[in-house]
């Protein structure tokens, strides 16, 4: 039974937290991507220090790790729990200015700061389960950080009623904070053996009651447009321009089908995100994403087909294409361990919380996580529109997503 005298911390870390400026870079190639993440990072190693995780600490590339002995006479499995320090490269996180909308009883919040910026009630349908919460938004200038620092912040308090309820009995807990997830490279150097958990489970989900254990597969694509380039003045039936090939096969992409902005659910799709370049050189870079993995090698031959008729109406240009594997469906992982979404599935229903169970239309450290050895489900931090200035929170859904993470732990002792 949890304790309703305890006092929560996660939104008072939550507010300092997001002070932070974490945003990670998706144009670097160090690691992690931004060294600013590794401030936040070293703040957090020292808190948990401080709290009585006697082995917490930052290692040189960013990650933290600490563990909460396990309080039990039982063998339980050692298990995880992950979130990741930085924010969305998409938006700035530096000097945000969160603001608490008490009390909320419906309609559209308008930001104070920028008030062409509205968080609006028919665009956020889980809104009208929060009548009577106290939302969190920016002032309409920077996004939040709810994603994921709502995540750090919820995993901090639990550790804290951890150690303030030493009779809560559970097994060995792991403490593990990531940087660059937000880049796609937060597994990139993490060290699982000295994590030494067996199953995890990353805090970084959106809705009260989610459990994810279903991602796209993704792959990443560069295609490469060769043209000939020479002064303007003298380039009658000598210039290939490589941006206009590549506007032209742009302009074939389909759109109908196999493009986000109509696609939803469980179909997948191809989607450029970035160009650049000019005359002699313009590369265009894709993800490519879909849940059945084999799709993805259909939808880059599709996109290959027609980057080379796009070429054929260019002689003279020429085409290159990279692929790079980035994450798989990480279900094709957690299909072999049920237990791990079995007993996060008790703890809701524990809860009286209604499960929801989604694919994510995106990918977590948990789907690389799952791969690497260390089967990965997501759950539930209320974090809401992400990378964002529409970014929100409500501050009892953090709370109900505190006990979440201490119910897990304790089913996973009662199951033992």
Same mark, same amino acid.
């Given at each position: 039974?949890f304790?309703?005298?305890?006092?929560?911390?996660?939104?008072e870390?939550?507010?300092?937290?997001v002070k932070?400026d974490t945003?990670?870079?998706?144009?670097? +190639?160090s690691f992690?991507s931004t060294e600013k993440q590794?401030?936040l990072?070293?703040?957090l190693?020292?808190e948990?220090?401080e709290?009585?995780l006697?082995?917490?600490?930052?290692?040189?590339?960013?990650?933290?790790?600490?563990?909460l002995?396990?309080?039990?006479d039982?063998n339980v499995?050692?298990?995880?729990f992950?979130?990741?320090?930085?924010t969305?490269?998409a938006?700035t996180?530096k000097?945000?200015?969160?603001?608490?909308?008490?009390?909320?009883?419906?309609?559209d919040?308008v930001?104070?700061?920028?008030t062409?910026?509205v968080?609006?009630a028919? +665009?956020?349908?889980y809104?009208?389960e929060m009548?009577g919460y106290?939302?969190?938004?920016t002032?309409g200038?920077?996004?939040l950080?709810a994603d994921?620092?709502?995540g750090?912040a919820e995993?901090?308090?639990a550790v804290n009623?951890w150690?303030?309820?030493p009779?809560?009995k559970?097994?060995?807990v792991?403490?593990c904070?990531?940087?660059d +997830?937000?880049v796609g490279?937060?597994?990139e150097k993490?060290?699982l053996?000295?994590?030494?958990a067996?199953?995890?489970?990353?805090?970084?989900?959106s @809705?009260?009651?989610?459990i994810e254990?279903e991602?796209f597969s993704?792959?990443?694509?560069v295609?490469n447009?060769i043209?000939k380039n020479?002064h303007?003045g003298?380039?009658?039936n000598?210039?290939?321009?490589?941006i206009?090939?590549?506007?032209?096969?742009?302009?074939s992409?389909?759109?109908e089908e196999?493009?986000?902005?109509t696609?939803?659910k469980?179909?997948?799709?191809?989607?450029?995100w970035?160009i650049?370049?000019?005359?002699?050189l313009?590369s265009?870079?894709f993800i490519?994403?879909?849940?059945i993995?084999?799709?993805?090698?259909d939808?880059?031959n599709?996109?290959k087909?027609?980057a080379?008729k796009?070429?054929?109406k260019?002689?003279? @240009?020429?085409v290159e294409?990279?692929?790079k594997e980035?994450?798989r469906n990480?279900?094709?992982?957690?299909?072999?361990?049920?237990q791990?979404?079995?007993y996060?599935?008790?703890?809701?229903?524990n809860l009286?919380i209604?499960?929801i169970?989604n694919?994510i239309?995106g990918?977590t450290?948990?789907?690389r996580l799952?791969f690497?050895?260390?089967p990965t489900?997501n759950?539930?931090?209320g974090?809401?529109?992400?990378?964002s200035?529409?970014?929100w929170v409500?501050v009892?859904?953090?709370?109900?997503?505190v006990?979440?993470i201490?119910e897990?732990?304790?089913?996973?002792?009662?199951?033992?």
């Amino acid at each position: 039974m949890f304790d309703e005298k305890y006092q929560f911390t996660c939104v008072e870390k939550f507010l300092e937290y997001v002070k932070y400026d974490t945003q990670s870079d998706d144009e670097s +190639e160090s690691f992690p991507s931004t060294e600013k993440q590794k401030i936040l990072s070293a703040d957090l190693a020292k808190e948990l220090k401080e709290m009585g995780l006697e082995d917490a600490h930052m290692d040189e590339w960013g990650y933290v790790m600490a563990t909460l002995p396990s309080n039990t006479d039982k063998n339980v499995d050692t298990i995880a729990f992950i979130a990741h320090v930085d924010t969305s490269p998409a938006v700035t996180g530096k000097d945000v200015n969160p603001i608490i909308n008490k009390n909320y009883q419906g309609g559209d919040i308008v930001l104070k700061n920028d008030t062409s910026r509205v968080i609006k009630a028919d +665009e956020n349908p889980y809104l009208q389960e929060m009548i009577g919460y106290d939302i969190i938004t920016t002032d309409g200038t920077t996004l939040l950080g709810a994603d994921n620092k709502a995540g750090v912040a919820e995993i901090m308090d639990a550790v804290n009623y951890w150690l303030t309820h030493p009779e809560v009995k559970h097994g060995t807990v792991k403490i593990c904070f990531t940087p660059d +997830e937000e880049v796609g490279r937060g597994t990139e150097k993490i060290d699982l053996k000295k994590l030494g958990a067996k199953y995890a489970y990353t805090v970084d989900g959106s @809705a009260r009651g989610e459990i994810e254990s279903e991602t796209f597969s993704a792959d990443a694509m560069v295609v490469n447009f060769i043209g000939k380039n020479i002064h303007p003045g003298f380039a009658k039936n000598k210039m290939v321009n490589a941006i206009k090939v590549a506007a032209a096969f742009i302009e074939s992409l389909p759109k109908e089908e196999l493009s986000p902005e109509t696609t939803e659910k469980r179909e997948g799709f191809v989607h450029p995100w970035i160009i650049n370049g000019n005359e002699e050189l313009t590369s265009v870079k894709f993800i490519i994403r879909d849940f059945i993995t084999s799709k993805l090698k259909d939808y880059e031959n599709i996109v290959k087909d027609l980057a080379e008729k796009a070429v054929a109406k260019f002689p003279g @240009a020429k085409v290159e294409i990279e692929i790079k594997e980035q994450y798989r469906n990480m279900k094709e992982v957690l299909d072999k361990h049920p237990q791990v979404e079995e007993y996060a599935l008790q703890a809701l229903k524990n809860l009286n919380i209604e499960p929801i169970m989604n694919p994510i239309r995106g990918g977590t450290d948990g789907s690389r996580l799952s791969f690497m050895g260390l089967p990965t489900p997501n759950i539930f931090a209320g974090e809401h529109s992400f990378h964002s200035q529409l970014e929100w929170v409500a501050v009892q859904d953090m709370e109900i997503a505190v006990k979440n993470i201490i119910e897990i732990a304790k089913v996973w002792e009662e199951k033992a």
